[in-house]
């Protein structure tokens, strides 16, 4: 009986006062987003993961971003959906006999893809190896920074998203606000992305970048370009990372993505898997091909080489 | 599409200078003209000027087969010792090329990264350094 009378105090009891409480709260958070009383932000509040949403409802979406981008970066923006194309699996390649890791890659990158200039966010990172030591991360350095490169006794290895065909980053996230698309890309919807950082603890290769402030992008170096999973200018408090300039590869003039278009030296390969004529499967066939970290099992669709 | 051959400016065509001087096949140093091309890292000694360029067709340049190719054709000549590199050339993976993954493409010759007198790929200034975390703010 007495252990009955004990149980009795925690079934929750739904009083008056606490119908009350309650109420005020709701009505509390609901009037929150009205302080900016524009409807935008009820519509960004309301809005659904990306991959739930119907035609229209992307269209109304992408609609209301342009007005917004072409307001704040005073210029007229595109944010584009365009899907993975029919048969293509995108692969990457990158020659490591002939990269001098000059870093032209990592600043045409940042201006392409509009990552924040301060704080400053790079997607590209480029490590510099002792040719005595090999493909040794642990001893890699990424501040060097002497009158000219390449230097005796050093090689470089830019480091980047890897695009893994079995991405550990998307699984972690619990909101689903990452996937992996049929061209092999994974995308981020900044829109969806609560912030947790799951995706950076989870990525084996330093990959995914988070916005702690406000992405400090001048207005005048805006790349107008943009696509909604790729490029478009992104809130405080979301991860980001590289696509592979989706806005530029997956057009149907599909120009080569900005890192390949910018380095010197000819070191960055790019083009379909699945075409057997296409210069990186030409790279697997025939030069001395890795992938970093292959005993993490993540397949990674980045592939070093080295060409002599 | 290919950009022109990187000439000097008012260099070419080669033949304004030469038609009214008479080819001298001897091998020697220049000194009046040229004075500045050097052969450097290049098999200097055991090759010169006239192994390339044709001596009677000055505005061509001179196959091992005795054929005249155009500037523009450069890539026929280097491949005759860099066979490797021209068979990667051709199929995308050395050199650089710039455009459409899926179309139309834009390359370079090989002079336009390698100087052909002295090929070895010049040092560049690197862009400078990530800022570390800690000054970040």
Redesign the interface.
Known sequence: MSDREEHDEHVFRLTRRKALKGLALGIGTMVLPAKDASASVWDSFFQKNFRELSRPERQKILARLEKEYSATYKKSVRVKDTPSPEGVLFGYGLDLSRCVGCRRCVYGCVTENNQSRDPQVHWIKVLRLSKERGVDLEHSEQYYNPATVPQEGYFYMPVQCQQCENPPCTKVCPVQATWKETDGIVVVDYNWCIGCRYCMAACPYGARHFNWKAPGLPAGEMNPETHYLGNRPRPVGVVEKCTFCMQRTREPDGKYPACVEVCPVGARKFGNLLDPTSEIRNVIENKRVFILKEDLNTQPKFYYFYSV | MVPPPPFTEGIFPCSECHKEMRPNPTRRELKDEHADIQLKNHAEKERWCLDCHDMKNRDKLRLVSGEQIDFTESYRLCGQCHGDKYR?WR?????????????KKQY?LCAH?HNPHNPR?K??????????PEN??
């Open positions: 990667d199929s995308g993976i050395h050199g650089k090329r710039t455009g459409q993954w899926n179309g370079l990264c790929f040092e560049l200034q690197p862009m400078p350094p990530p800022m570390r970040i703010r």
